[in-house]
Structure formats: structure tokens, C-alpha cells
């Protein structure tokens, strides 16, 4: 069975990368991994682990994400800190997406916290 490569652009199988953290088998070592496994997420629809992994400080209720807006493609442009000894860090990146025939882009520079272990999106900087 042909294995089909992480949205994320690591290059790696979807099971062995961000699958992992979407089944929870494993938590993002790093703030740019749990933001790549948040952005794969984005891309195959997995609202709950978008919830999950969001900070109950500014976590919506719900999460409603648009079937026909297609993520293409994941960029990190910087990061800061959120590194294995790190409990704050901020990474920038640029995703393109297709919605409605139209191509765009989302860049946002995210800040990330540790909280007993494991990483959590809060909020754009």
C-alpha cells in the first residue's frame, strides 16, 4: 500500500509525521511541528485536533472549517524559540490555499506555549 506524503511539506509519510500527533500516538516535540501538524490538520478537516490542540485561553467553542477551501501548500518563513527547552516560541509561516477557483495565501507569525509537556497555539503575534 503506497503511503501518501504529509501535507505538512516535511516530504515524510502522513502516518510517521503529523499522523502521529492527529492520533495521538505522539505530541509535537517543537512550536513549528505542532504548527505544521495544525496546518495539515487544516488541510484534511481534522476540526478536533485543531481544538485540542488550541490554548483554552483564546480556544473557540466550536470550529467549522470550509470543505471547499483547499490548503496547497505550507511555508515557515521564521521561528523564535520553541525548541525541546523552550516554553514559549513564535513561528512565521506562509500557507496557500485555493477557495472558490481563487488562489490565496494565510501568513501569520503564531505564538505557541508549553504547558505540562505539550505545545499549544494561542494566538497570531
Not at 492520533?23 to 496546518?39: D, H, I, P, Q
Not at 500557507?95 to 508549553?114: K, M, N, P, Q, T
Amino acid at each position: 500500500m503506497a503511503m501518501t506524503a504529509c501535507p505538512c511539506g516535511l516530504g515524510e509519510p502522513y502516518e510517521e509525521c503529523c499522523g502521529a500527533c492527529h492520533s495521538g500516538r505522539r505530541t509535537a516535540a517543537t512550536a513549528e511541528a505542532l504548527m505544521r501538524s495544525r496546518y495539515s490538520a487544516f488541510a484534511l478537516g481534522e476540526a478536533d485536533y485543531l481544538l485540542a490542540t488550541w490554548h483554552p485561553s483564546t480556544r473557540p467553542a466550536t470550529l467549522d472549517l470550509d470543505p471547499d477551501q483547499r490548503w496547497l501548500r505550507l511555508e515557515v518563513l521564521d521561528r523564535t524559540d520553541g525548541g525541546l527547552f523552550h516554553t514559549t516560541g513564535t513561528v512565521e509561516f506562509r500557507a496557500i490555499y485555493r477557495w472558490r477557483g481563487r488562489r490565496d495565501e494565510l501568513r501569520e507569525h503564531s505564538r505557541f506555549v508549553r504547558e505540562n509537556g505539550r505545545w499549544l497555539y494561542v494566538e497570531p503575534v
